[in-house]
């Protein structure tokens, strides 16, 4: 959808209103029964309330803050007029049932649970006295009607609060959950970050402030769809999103309740940050982590007081996005220290000693020659030696190129934690086993296999509501296979075949390896087979 063409819940809110008051003036126009009471009256108020209604669909459309402010006066604007209706019309075309379920549906949207009570109440109030006061006129009053009516404000008040309790939330576009799903060991997260928010919500420019530690804040500004970092002294990060306007000073955020407050954006940016980062109007989104806090500000889109909502789900997946970047980087920089570990092993146990005892043999040659002894066969013997310790270091040289090796049993390890990770991640029951052999595997067939599992368990989880997943590593015939199975339901299929996930595909294509996936018993397997090698060039 264009974001031109985006309905926000009071966008909705203000069609609904205007579309209800041209329908039921054009309903009792064509029922000549119609209005009962007061007829020119009726018309008089519906037109004006058509011409309000109109007002505030133009007023709001683009207008965050006017959509805030006007919301209540618009919703006890709508109370009165369906109090008045009811009273001056009867029959089919009487809007009871329509407008009684708009107005509790506007107070579920925009507040809660207590608002939506609150209305629901003060309507059954207003309902009771005007049945009352019509049962004491000389207007014709239908007893049966007035209770079965007063019966159905009474169950659609419960079930409308229910609604309220259980109360409707935007939701974040799902392009974000892939777009934040695996980070980049080659970007920084907050680019990545950035740049995937500012696509999920359409937003044209983005900027982001970061702060980790004793270190100074980081400032990233993307234009153009170019990112470049910025130097900003210091970041200070409300407590939950808002919208912001600088020009009119003018700042939207909820309370602990719900409540929507006006603040000043001094007051929850800062002048400082406003100049560094370029901002004018938009959304700021607090994020944070266990080492750092910051703050997204995505620019030029349709803002509606949605946002809100929108903005505390994105805060979250953007931060759970910098913690798997993060936790990505640690295994990286473990299997490298792995690496160092071992080569600074291999190197004192070959090259550093047959040097320190080239060093001694040549020290007691030089003592031999003061006694005339014969030194030419200790010195061809040595140089055998080292010409055999070249072919050695040669062949070591050979192998770093084509990769460093770590034991299988080591990766059994980190997949084994890593899967207990999984499983209080997504709650589920995440079981590993390993069976144990002698073989050494490349650090990238490490990293790969990290990826594979992290991205094969959430997909199970999210795509097919997976509530265990069983994984197990095995090597046989120069690969190391991965199988998985999970018991949720069945991954779509396409040409009779079943689709398998393509990020999952593509990243085993890139290692030289192979994918499978059946499905049988009520379980989905997923078997990956890897080069021990690595990935093939």
């Known amino acids: 959808m264009g974001r031109g063409l985006t309905l926000y819940s009071g966008r909705v809110i203000a069609l609904g209103r205007l579309l209800l008051a041209t329908l039921f003036m054009a309903a009792i126009g064509i029922d000549i029964s119609q209005p009962a009471q007061a007829p020119t009256e009726t018309y008089a108020l519906l037109v004006g309330y058509q011409v309000f209604a109109a007002a505030i669909a133009a007023l709001t459309w683009n207008d965050w803050w006017l959509d805030a402010k006007l919301a209540g006066p618009a919703h006890a604007v709508d109370i009165i007029l369906f109090t008045i209706i009811v009273y001056l019309t009867e029959g089919y075309t009487s809007p009871f049932f329509i407008f009684f379920v708009f107005i509790l549906l506007s107070a579920a949207i925009r507040w809660g649970w207590r608002e939506t009570t609150l ?32 019966g159905h404000l009474v169950i659609l008040s419960l079930i409308l609060i229910w609604f309220g309790i259980h109360q409707w939330r935007a939701r974040l ?11 980049r060991l080659d970007r920084s997260p907050f680019e990545t ?55 009119r000073k003018r700042a939207l955020m909820r309370d602990s309740e719900r409540n929507l407050l006006g603040r000043s ?53 953007v931060a759970a996005h ?67 310790e070249q072919g050695e270091l040669r062949a070591f040289i050979t192998a770093l190129r084509s990769g ?29 086993t390993a069976e144990r052999a002698n073989v050494m595997v490349s650090t990238n067939l490490h990293l790969d296999a990290h ?61 030289g390896g192979r994918i499978e996936l059946s499905r049988g018993m009520g379980v989905t397997k997923l078997s990956i087979s890897l080069p021990v090698e690595g990935r093939r060039a």
């Open 119 to 150: 209305t629901a109440i003060l309507l059954a109030i207003l309902y009771i006295a005007e049945g009352l006061f019509s049962a004491n006129s000389s207007v014709g009053f239908q007893l049966y009607r007035f209770v079965v009516r007063a």
């Open 322 to 388: 910098i913690q798997r970047h993060a936790l990505l980087e640690a295994a990286a920089h473990s299997a490298e220290a792995r690496s160092r570990i071992a080569l600074a092993r291999d190197l004192h146990d070959s090259v550093v000693q047959f040097l320190a005892g080239a060093a001694f043999r040549l020290e007691a040659m030089k003592r031999s020659e003061a006694s005339g002894r014969q030194l030419e066969p200790e010195l061809n013997e040595l140089k055998q030696l080292m010409m055999q």
């Open 193 to 247: 970050g950035l740049t995937a928010s500012m696509q999920a919500l359409n937003a044209a420019s983005g900027a982001m402030a970061w702060h980790e530690g004793e270190r100074e804040a980081a400032g990233f500004i993307c234009r153009d769809g170019k990112v470049a970092a910025v130097a900003i002294g210091s970041a200070q990060i409300a407590a939950a999103p808002f919208l912001y306007d600088i020009k």
């Open 173 to 183: 576009p799902s392009v974000a959950d892939e777009l934040l799903a695996e980070p």
């Open 404 to 432: 460093t090796l770590i034991e299988l049993a080591d990766l059994a390890r980190d997949l084994k934690g890593l899967a207990d990770r999984l499983s209080r991640q997504w709650a589920i029951e995440c079981e590993f």
């Open 265 to 317: 954006p001094d007051e929850l940016i800062g002048e400082d940050l406003v100049a560094a980062l370029g901002l004018s109007e938009g959304l700021a989104v607090p994020v944070r982590t266990g080492t750092g806090e910051g703050q997204l500000f995505l620019e030029d889109l349709r803002l509606s007081t949605d946002h809100l909502d929108i903005g505390e789900q994105l805060g979250a997946n």
């Open 451 to 511: 990826q594979l599992v992290r991205e094969a368990v959430a997909n199970a989880v999210r795509h097919a509501g997976a509530k265990s997943v069983r994984i197990a590593l095995s090597t046989a015939d120069g690969e190391v296979r991965l199988e998985m199975v999970n018991d949720g339901s069945a991954f779509p299929k396409q040409g009779g075949r079943i689709q398998l996930p393509q990020t999952l595909e593509e990243r085993v294509n890139q290692a």
